[in-house]
């Protein structure tokens, strides 16, 4: 009886593409890792009590609900996690955070970087552990090229470009969602916010900026039967100078025609490079400059067990992880912060952080000049 573990509730808000890969996360994560609690899956909340219903059936929780507001109340619920659409994250994390729940919240955090910041702050008060999903930083193979570049065995980190290209947006006919929404909207909130959270999870801090956004497909398909206009970019631009002296870019296309899932960067340092991309993300490519010239080039390393914590999803190299493994190595990790065994992976302040990178690429594009950024790094 002493070996029981502390039960941890989970109430999940919103059931889409996010809210399913969560519920497998949590399914996963409690399989593959020795958590610190033994999770139950208490209550899904969706827009109608039908499809909550529905939800909870398809993803094992026990209960459902058509008003997320009952979820958070719930005094049973430890955990709030937040898959909903961007502009409702603010409200509720906040109404989480006063109910006592530590908060799990889809990116980006909050529309505007002063919700982030409230946001951050309430949880800080409160003493709750947050996560921010930016699960991309949990692949084993991103842990590695961070473990290089820090070693010193690229030497001087000279440049890095970065890119987010997907195209699910590249139809002019498709309709006008969420994503456009002028406020937290655009290709460089969405996509951005991710190739900007690599650089500095790489490199480290970002010091100052120069943005471009461009709106390509200037209106859409409304649910009244005309066209509203975007307002929005679809594919944001910005030239990065880092702390350490390094320089770079960062590109974020919805538009980028053929691309589903293009999370790329490359390194560049005085001893070595790195090259990376997230359509094969079990590798990372590594060139070594002292290597002799007739064998020189880029090798290509596996992702496998002496790459934690891949062993514990297989213990054979080139079998390959997935995109909701890293979900489940991002669910642990968080839990591992709950449970006071480690600082939180990417909280809330992290998560405000991306979001004012974010902000100053946008106002740097507006106002056709550099934008320091550096007064905001925690």
């Known amino acids: 009886m002493g070996n029981e573990k502390p039960k941890l509730r989970v109430g999940l808000i919103g059931t889409g593409f996010m809210g399913k890969t969560h519920s497998f996360g949590f399914a996963a994560a409690e399989r593959v890792f020795d958590l610190p609690f033994e999770l139950e899956l208490h209550t899904v909340a969706d827009r109608t009590e039908e499809l909550a219903r529905a939800a909870a059936r398809g ?51 909050a529309p505007r970087a002063a919700e982030a910041a409230e946001m951050a702050n309430a ?47 590249g139809d002019a006919d498709g309709p006008f969602t969420f994503r456009l929404d002028p406020v937290g909207g655009g290709a460089l909130a969405d996509l951005g916010s991710h190739a900007l959270a690599t650089a500095e999870f790489l490199i480290g801090p970002i010091e100052r900026v120069l943005g471009d956004e461009v709106t390509v497909i200037n209106s859409r398909p409304d649910a009244k039967g005309g066209r509203t206009a975007v307002e929005v970019d679809d594919i944001g631009r910005a030239f990065l100078r880092f702390a350490n002296g390094a320089t770079g870019s960062i590109e974020a ?24 991309s997230q359509e094969r993300f079990n590798e990372l490519h590594f060139y070594v400059a002292a290597d002799a010239g007739r064998v020189r080039g880029f090798r290509r390393i596996e992702a496998g067990p002496d790459h934690p914590p891949y062993g514990l999803f297989c213990v054979a190299p080139g079998h390959q992880l997935g995109f909701n493994d890293l979900k489940a190595i991002e669910i642990a990790l968080f839990l591992e912060a709950i449970a006071g065994q480690r600082s939180e992976p990417f909280g809330f302040k992290s998560g405000q952080r991306v979001q004012e990178l974010v902000e100053a690429v946008h106002t740097s594009a507006v106002e056709t000049r550099w934008v320091s950024t550096l007064k905001h790094v925690a």
């Open 253 to 276: 296309s919805w538009v980028a025609t053929g691309r589903k899932m293009q999370h790329d960067f490359e390194i560049y340092g005085s001893k070595g490079a790195l090259t990376f």
């Open 59 to 109: 993803l094992g929780f026990k209960n459902a609900t058509g008003d997320w507001r009952r979820l958070v109340s719930e005094p049973d619920i430890d955990l709030v996690d937040i898959t909903a659409p961007n502009a409702f994250h603010h409200e509720m994390a906040l109404a989480a955070i006063a109910a006592g729940k530590h908060v799990y919240c889809e990116k980006p955090l």
């Open 123 to 169: 949880a800080v008060s409160a003493g709750v552990s947050t996560q921010v999903g930016f699960n991309y930083l949990c692949n084993p193979m991103m842990a590695l090229a961070r473990e290089l570049i820090a070693s010193g065995e690229l030497g001087e980190i000279r440049s890095y470009r970065g890119i987010h290209a997907e195209d699910y947006m």
